[in-house]
């Protein structure tokens, strides 16, 4: 039997195979409720231009609020020979209001339906993502706040640097999710204007009011050009790019996670809830959802990646080289979502162990640079001077294998003679951090500053 739906010139069905790698219903049916929704809009819009009478403007209205409450109860059957969630739905809705329901496809085609359901489930998904980022932002703020004075190695090269605050080096991320947030915003932003009405790609004859749609979706206004309309995919594209971004975030904080609960490191332990257990080994507590933020961020950025690579040798207007858009882009915004979730109950578990860091935070001479500063602003030598003569001392350090401020004075003198017994109080980790008042800097009253900032601008309006 040749496809009810388009079928009028096809003397034949399509074979198995077409159906198999033309259908999207198995993918797309996860649009249900932004089609039925656009579709509620449209069939609105037909009746207040008398494109469509009114009385089966209705009975479209309410066949499409029983398809709707079928699919949501679990009730309805989603069938492949119908190819993808329009014609499945639209199908439905001819068994429950009869022909009426062929008037519904007017002034429409798939193609700018498809665009529009797009748009709405990546707006929706904007609007949950957004509000993900910020529970987590308030997640890692609250910890800065409470461990504002944690004094813990900061690193380049991942080999100690200088010493700064745990509740500093949390609230790194918290910027980062803030620009985060302001990407998706913008690209929400760009997204929002309505594809509905373009139809096929040169729009339609009928006198349709695109203004109306756009605004009962929700949308700023119509989009302005029907090709355009209907080829792009480049709010998916924007999405998923600010989403790549987050998750590259996520990753390197997962991959801190991973490190500070070695026992090697030791510096936060996470919570039994999210841990898990080794079948073999006993002793082991991994930390399986930090690696699993890391790993799936893989997904986000390939999903970026196919798509670009799906867009990028497309001729104007749709073609269905455009159905790839889908898989991708749900997986990759809902693993987002999923690792996000993930992040905010380990940070808002996590135990720092101060000792330790703090122990952490003096090893590999992490205070050179505050006895370079010393020299500077006591002794008044250029820091060029200083970094010379403080690695000198460092050398000396090492070779008797002890701390800076293990080093006699004596020994000291030998190498720079005006250095004096003051120098030894810049020589430990809490004093070095509550030095760092420079504006961004970690002394632990900027952070507290600072997680307050962020606290009062993350309550709930
Ligand atoms: N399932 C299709 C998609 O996702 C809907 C649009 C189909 N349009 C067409 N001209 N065949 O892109």
Redesign the pocket.
């Known amino acids: 039997m040749s496809n009810r739906m388009w079928g009028g010139r096809f003397a034949s069905g399509p074979d198995a195979i077409m159906e198999e790698i033309n259908a999207?219903i198995d993918f797309?049916k996860r649009l249900a409720g932004q089609d039925i929704r656009g579709s509620l809009a449209h069939v609105a819009m037909l009746a207040e231009t008398g494109i469509v009478a009114t009385a089966d403007a209705d009975a479209i209205a309410k066949g499409l609020a029983a398809v709707r409450a079928e699919i949501e109860a679990g009730d309805f059957t989603f069938s492949r020979a119908l190819?993808?969630i329009?014609m499945n739905v639209e199908s439905r809705l001819k068994d429950i209001v009869g022909p009426a329901a062929g008037r519904l496809h007017t002034a429409r085609?798939?193609?700018d339906?498809?665009a529009t359901d797009m748009k709405l489930w990546v707006r929706d998904t904007i609007d949950t993502l957004d509000e993900q980022m910020a529970d987590l932002q308030r997640a890692l703020a609250e910890k800065a706040l409470a461990f504002a004075g944690a004094v813990m190695p900061g690193f380049t090269h991942l080999q100690s640097a200088q010493p700064v605050t745990f509740g500093h080096h949390l609230l790194a991320y918290v910027e980062m999710l803030g620009r985060d947030r302001g990407r998706l915003a913008d690209a929400r932003k760009r997204l929002n204007e309505c594809p509905l009405g373009a139809a096929?790609l040169a729009g339609t004859s009928f006198p349709i009011d695109r203004f109306m749609t756009a605004r009962l979706l929700g949308f700023d206004r119509p989009t302005a050009n029907s090709l355009d309309s209907v080829s792009d995919r480049d709010f998916a594209l924007e999405t998923l790019s600010a989403a790549a971004i987050c998750a590259v975030h996520l990753s390197r904080f997962a991959e801190e996670i991973v490190l500070w609960t070695t026992p090697q490191f030791g510096f936060v332990a996470l919570s039994d809830k999210f841990t898990t257990g080794s079948s073999i080994m006993p002793q082991k507590r991994n930390p399986d959802a930090a690696e699993l933020t890391r790993g799936k961020a893989g997904r986000v950025l390939g999903a970026l990646q196919a798509l670009l690579v799906v867009m990028k040798g497309l001729p104007l207007a749709?073609s269905?080289d455009?159905?790839e858009d889908?898989e991708g882009t749900f997986d990759a915004l809902q693993s987002l979502s999923l690792c996000l979730a993930a992040v905010t109950g380990m940070v808002r578990d996590m135990q720092p162990d101060l000792k330790r860091m703090k122990r952490a935070a003096g090893i590999g001479y992490a205070t050179a640079t505050d006895l370079a500063d010393w020299l500077v602003r006591v002794i008044g030598m250029p820091f060029r001077d200083a970094h010379h003569v403080t690695g000198r001392l460092v050398a000396l350090a090492a070779e008797r294998g002890v701390d800076l401020e293990k080093l006699p004075l004596t020994d000291m003198q030998d190498v720079e003679p005006r250095i004096t017994e003051d120098v030894f109080g810049v020589l430990g980790v809490e004093r070095s951090v509550r030095s760092r008042t420079s504006y961004g800097g970690t002394a632990p009253a900027n952070v507290r500053r600072e997680a307050r900032r962020w606290l009062k601008k993350l309550e709930k309006g």
Do not use: G
Request: hydrophobic share 20%; no cysteine; proline share 0%.
């Open positions: 999207s797309d190819e993808d329009h085609s798939r193609n339906q498809v096929a749709y269905k455009m159905q889908k």
